[in-house]
């Protein structure tokens, strides 16, 4: 099947563009995607401030731009993680895990979707809250953070980090049975998927290494895609 691109008028359509040709650029587009999100999860906790936030020196951490920098890297890397996962799913299209593969995506995608609103309630709330607590130099104000933190929101990316979590198991099982990825490229990235929860109680250096522990499965995954890639290409 071809697809034109152009006007209606004859003189001015395009060269015709082949679905695989479409396939294979976006393919590609989407390994480059998985990656540049493993490495955005290390970014994000290396960047985040980190203090005492019972007193204002957390008032100022939620009040720096590191603060919102921080949170906006986390975000991003959920959603170009879940595109590099569609590149997935297609790369592994013809095959006996092409289902299963959809399933995990599915999960990945709708979890991701209940996880980031806590993102934004994280970096917009309290970096405003950080600010009103230095002007008024008011610890009090600080506290509210747990209230945004342990009110509904919570339960939204808890629900959504279990949801992902288990896309993320489907999707390692995927690529193990698949026969044309490495089989261990998607433990990784699972493991860290299912400690993305528990690793928000641990310090920085701990989160930091959890980060290492997710890029690590996503570029994986993602230099898998692109040998595949290339592969059809040469065919």
Same mark, same amino acid.
């Given at each position: 099947?071809?697809?034109?691109?152009? /006007?209606?008028?004859?003189?001015?359509?395009?060269?015709?563009?082949?679905?695989?040709?479409?396939?294979?650029?976006?393919?590609? =587009?989407?390994?480059?995607?998985?990656?540049?999100?493993?490495?955005?999860?290390?970014?994000?906790?290396?960047?985040?401030?980190?203090?005492?936030?019972? /007193?204002?020196?957390?008032?100022?951490?939620?009040?720096?731009?590191?603060?919102?920098?921080?949170?906006?890297?986390?975000?991003?890397?959920?959603?170009?993680?879940?595109?590099?996962?569609?590149?997935?799913?297609?790369?592994?299209?013809?095959?006996?895990?092409? =289902? @299963?593969? @959809?399933?995990?995506?599915?999960?990945?995608?709708?979890?991701?979707?209940?996880?980031?609103?806590?993102?934004?309630?994280?970096?917009?709330?309290?970096?405003?809250?950080?600010?009103?607590?230095?002007?008024?130099?008011?610890?009090?104000?600080?506290?509210?953070?747990?209230?945004?933190?342990?009110?509904?929101?919570?339960?939204?990316?808890?629900?959504?980090?279990?949801?992902?979590?288990?896309?993320?198991?489907?999707?390692?099982?995927?690529?193990?049975? /698949?026969?044309?990825?490495?089989?261990?490229?998607?433990?990784?990235?699972?493991?860290?998927?299912?400690?993305?929860?528990?690793?928000?109680?641990?310090?920085?250096?701990?989160?930091?290494?959890?980060?290492?522990?997710?890029?690590?499965?996503?570029?994986?995954?993602?230099?898998?895609?692109?040998?595949?890639?290339?592969?059809?290409?040469?065919?």
């Amino acid at each position: 099947m071809e697809i034109h691109i152009g /006007s209606e008028k004859g003189s001015d359509i395009h060269p015709l563009v082949s679905r695989g040709t479409a396939k294979t650029y976006f393919t590609r =587009k989407a390994a480059i995607a998985l990656a540049i999100s493993g490495i955005l999860f290390v970014v994000y906790p290396s960047l985040r401030p980190f203090s005492d936030e019972t /007193s204002l020196s957390g008032a100022a951490a939620f009040a720096s731009t590191e603060w919102i920098v921080s949170h906006t890297v986390a975000i991003l890397a959920f959603v170009l993680m879940t595109i590099g996962l569609f590149g997935l799913c297609v790369a592994l299209q013809d095959t006996i895990v092409e =289902k @299963l593969s @959809l399933q995990g995506l599915v999960l990945i995608v709708f979890g991701t979707g209940l996880t980031l609103p806590f993102y934004g309630a994280e970096v917009f709330g309290l970096n405003a809250i950080g600010q009103e607590a230095l002007n008024r130099q008011n610890i009090d104000l600080v506290s509210l953070a747990n209230v945004i933190r342990f009110g509904p929101g919570f339960f939204m990316i808890l629900g959504g980090l279990i949801i992902v979590g288990a896309g993320s198991v489907i999707t390692a099982i995927a690529i193990w049975k /698949s026969r044309i990825m490495s089989p261990w490229s998607g433990i990784p990235f699972a493991f860290g998927i299912l400690m993305y929860l528990p690793q928000f109680m641990g310090t920085q250096p701990i989160r930091v290494a959890h980060g290492v522990i997710l890029a690590v499965g996503c570029v994986w995954i993602g230099a898998g895609v692109w040998r595949q890639n290339q592969k059809k290409m040469n065919r």
